[in-house]
T-cell receptor, first 113, second 116 residues
């Protein structure tokens, strides 16, 4: 079975600064997908960024980028130029080809003005 | 932008009662899912549904749970005889069902179920 671990339950960052959220996972699969979802307070989870395991290049979406280290089974999220609207719970998630998502415990990020 | 909608946002029920949680997936999506998150714990997969049948389910999804797509728009999760430990946030999700490609899941805001 796959497991996903987010070691930082809470983090804070000053507006306009950069923050990195950590995620590690454990799997015996070689092909899979990794995701970061954002959940603002009382809102639905929104996909922030995704990474296919067979791609060596790290995914980037505007201010969001990942550092994907397949051998180390690490998938961290970097948020550059943090904005107040980035305040949310962030979930790292793993998916093999079955469509079942396995989530980490989440990191609550607070962006301070 | 199309969204997955869930109703109600908060449901309170007595232990032993039946409860139905409702979801309207994104139109034209083919796969539907239920996840739950017990307070302080991880979001856990319950079940996936495709072509009017369960395609995958977890160990949590036992005989007290059932899912249904009663019409062309709704997707429901029924808990037959609720227990205290069923208290959780329940998330519905849907995905387009892309063959051979990455199938992104879109989530609703959740229904908080409180069993008293």
């Amino acid at each position: 079975a796959q497991t996903v671990t987010q070691s930082q339950p809470e983090m804070s960052v000053q507006e306009a600064e950069t923050v990195t959220l950590s995620c590690t996972y454990d799997t015996s699969e070689n092909n899979y997908y990794l995701f970061w979802y954002k959940q603002p307070p009382s809102r639905q989870m929104i996909l922030v960024i995704r990474q296919e395991a067979y791609k060596q290049q790290n995914a980037t979406e505007n201010r969001f980028s990942v550092n994907f280290q397949k051998a180390a089974k690490s998938f961290s999220l970097k948020i550059s130029d943090s904005q107040l609207g980035d305040t949310a719970m962030y979930f790292c998630a793993f998916m093999k080809y079955s469509n079942m998502l396995t989530f980490g415990g989440g990191t609550r990020l607070m962006v301070k003005p | 932008e199309p969204e997955v909608t869930q109703t109600p946002s908060h449901q309170v029920t007595q232990m032993g009662q039946e409860v139905i949680l409702r979801c309207v997936p994104i139109s034209n999506h083919l796969y539907f899912y239920w996840y739950r998150q017990i307070l302080g714990q991880k979001v856990e997969f319950l079940v996936s549904f495709y072509n009017n049948e369960i395609s995958e389910k977890s160990e949590i999804f036992d005989d007290q749970f059932s899912v249904e797509r009663p019409d062309g728009s709704n997707f429901t999760l029924k808990i037959r005889s609720t227990k205290l430990e069923d208290s959780a946030m329940y998330f519905c999700a849907s995905s387009p069902g892309l063959a051979g490609g990455l199938d992104i899941q879109y989530f609703g805001a959740g229904t908080r179920l409180s069993v008293l």
